[in-house]
């Protein structure tokens, strides 16, 4: 839901200070065919669909800047909190 260039700034400010920026994808956000969910109090109905159409193309155009790579590749680089 979030402007894509909010979301890159995030990122920045967390591998500026030595993090990792993981980001969850849960599988119904690229479902075409995601159920209407009828009943959904406001809030969380605009949670699961608000923009929702639009998801597989920002997340295209996040692929492409190539920044990205897989959590298990990253893990045994991390130390114990």
């Not at 209407?36 to 608000?50: C, D, K, N, Q, T």
């Amino acid at each position: 839901m979030l402007p894509e260039e909010r979301i890159a700034a995030a990122e920045l400010a967390y591998r500026e200070r030595g993090f990792p920026a993981v980001f969850t994808f849960h599988p119904w956000e690229f479902d075409p065919d995601h159920p209407p969910m009828e009943g959904l109090p406001p809030l969380l109905r605009a949670v699961h669909f608000a923009k929702l159409s639009r998801l597989p193309g920002r997340f295209g155009r996040w692929l492409a800047r190539g920044r990205c790579v897989a959590l298990e590749d990253v893990i045994p680089s991390l130390e114990p909190a």
